[in-house]
């Protein structure tokens, strides 16, 4: 029950004002975000890189409300290149970007955002690495999927995220399994109504079973975006029945969650990215990891009594 109420938080303004002036908010925001500044990012990089994982950085800053706003994020994407240009890290490390954070609500947003992403794609192919476009509520899915095929003809290494809580995603699935195509599948962290998703914790997990088979049997490169070790188990199989070697697909988790199992993949041999946020702007990142899990928000409410 608290879930919808907290992701609706998540987009209040009020809500991110309270929040953002607690000071032991911090605290628990630091379990999830890598630090407000780029060379806080880097270090959370260095130290996952030394353990054998690889990353994916994300310019907090969604949601935005005026032009110069994207300029400012896409801005930060590039000063993040460079420096992970500097660092000589190749594919290691790669960036994940959340259209939104580029103007893609604004008026005129579509070609705002393409035009923003476009640019991430090509500092990103300078240093060799490459973007993953993130998924965001529903109503971006058809603008997000027309953007990647744009990027897709110059920059054919951008990877998509498919949201398996969508009803649509199985159809998705089916048409991005293809040869050479980078396809993150998730669970799906927004709010969004029986119209257009499945409800049922059950029901999505299932449809993440029918879409991972679908990724995994097909040809393309699976990155199985969970943290669910029935879904990691299950993955493990596919890859065997489709003859899939670790880093013909990969396993994916968020900075700060479930640790001991990254590590574990790694020493089993397996490919695996941690989803690295970083940047001032935490608010809806860090309630949505709070309303997927109600421990974490026991968490975040006992740190104001022991402190
Ligand atoms: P769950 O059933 O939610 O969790 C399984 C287990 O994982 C839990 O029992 C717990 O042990 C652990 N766990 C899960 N979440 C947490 C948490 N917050 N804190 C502590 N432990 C936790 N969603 C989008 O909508 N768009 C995106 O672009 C997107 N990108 C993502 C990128 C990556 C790399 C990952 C891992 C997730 C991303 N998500 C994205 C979020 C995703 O949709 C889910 O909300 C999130 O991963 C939780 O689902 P789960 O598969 O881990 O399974």
């Not at 880097?42 to 005026?66: C, F, K, Q, R, Y």
């Not at 999927?145 to 290494?157: G, K, V």
């Not at 029945?241 to 199992?261: K, N, V």
């Not at 490919?271 to 975040?300: I, K, Q, S």
């Amino acid at each position: 029950m608290l879930s919808p109420v907290l992701l609706a938080a998540s987009r209040s303004d009020r809500t991110r004002r309270l929040i953002s002036r607690v000071p032991v908010t911090r605290l628990v925001v630091d379990r999830f975000v890598a630090g407000d500044t780029l060379p806080e990012a880097l270090e959370a990089v260095d130290a996952l890189i030394a353990d054998g994982i690889e990353v994916t950085l994300d310019h907090l800053g969604e949601d935005i409300t005026d032009a110069a706003h994207a300029r400012r994020n896409r801005d930060a994407y590039l000063a993040l290149l460079e420096a992970l240009g500097r660092k000589g890290l190749d594919g290691r490390a790669e960036v994940s970007v959340k259209l939104s954070a580029f103007g893609q609500s604004l008026p005129g947003g579509h070609d705002l955002a393409l035009a923003g992403a476009r640019r991430v794609c090509e500092a990103a192919a300078e240093i060799g690495t490459t973007v993953t476009l993130d998924m965001e509520d529903h109503t971006t899915v058809d603008s997000t999927l027309a953007i990647l095929a744009e990027l897709r003809r110059d920059f054919p290494q951008t990877g998509a995220v498919l949201q398996a809580y969508l009803l649509r995603t199985e159809d998705d699935a089916r048409a991005l399994a293809v040869e050479g195509s980078r396809v993150r599948l998730v669970k799906g962290a927004y709010k969004e109504p029986a119209s257009v998703a499945y409800q049922e914790k059950r029901d999505v997990d299932l449809a993440y079973a029918r879409c991972l088979r679908t990724l995994m049997a097909g040809g393309g490169y699976p990155m199985i975006g969970s943290h669910d070790p029935r879904l990691i188990e299950l993955a493990v199989r596919l890859a065997g029945t489709y003859g899939r070697s670790p880093g013909t697909y990969e396993f994916q988790m968020l900075y700060g969650i479930r640790d001991a199992e990254q590590r574990r993949l790694v020493t089993e041999g397996q490919r695996v990215r941690a989803y690295v946020p970083y940047g001032a702007d935490w608010y809806g990142y860090f309630m949505r990891r709070l309303a997927e899990r109600p421990a974490n928000l026991a968490f975040f409410l006992r740190s104001f009594t022991t402190r």
